[in-house]
């Protein structure tokens, strides 16, 4: 059968059909994928406590940290750090410069879609035994 014997209702019909279901093609979403380093907010709990109290971070390139023990990290207690990430595992260590400059150390699960989960924190170098935390990346 050759193109010139077919109806030009036909070609129409086919033409018209070929593009309607192409634009039908629904679109990809992709969704956001943040970097470890900027400004995480969550909550933290003291033992086997479920985390209600605030606390935040600046993490900065070349593995610097800024800890606060507030939701607010430009009006909390500050602590100054140092952090590592290996796979999808935050670990850092800091040191508050008030309160007799207690280090505490944490460890947490991270994702590139902005979350820090199965947290814990502890005393000196170990991130374990003092509580829980989670946090979630503000930008």
Known sequence: ??????????????????????????????????PVEGLWVGKYGSGTSTPTSGYSMVVEAGGKITVADGDNITTSSKATGTWVLTGNVFTATYTYTTAGGSTFSIKADWSNSGTMTNGTYGSGSSPTGAGTWFMNRVN
């Open 1 to 34: 059968m050759k193109f010139s014997k077919i109806p030009g209702q036909l070609l129409l019909a086919a033409v018209s059909m070929m593009m309607f279901f192409s634009s039908c093609k629904k679109d990809e979403v992709i969704p956001p994928v943040y």
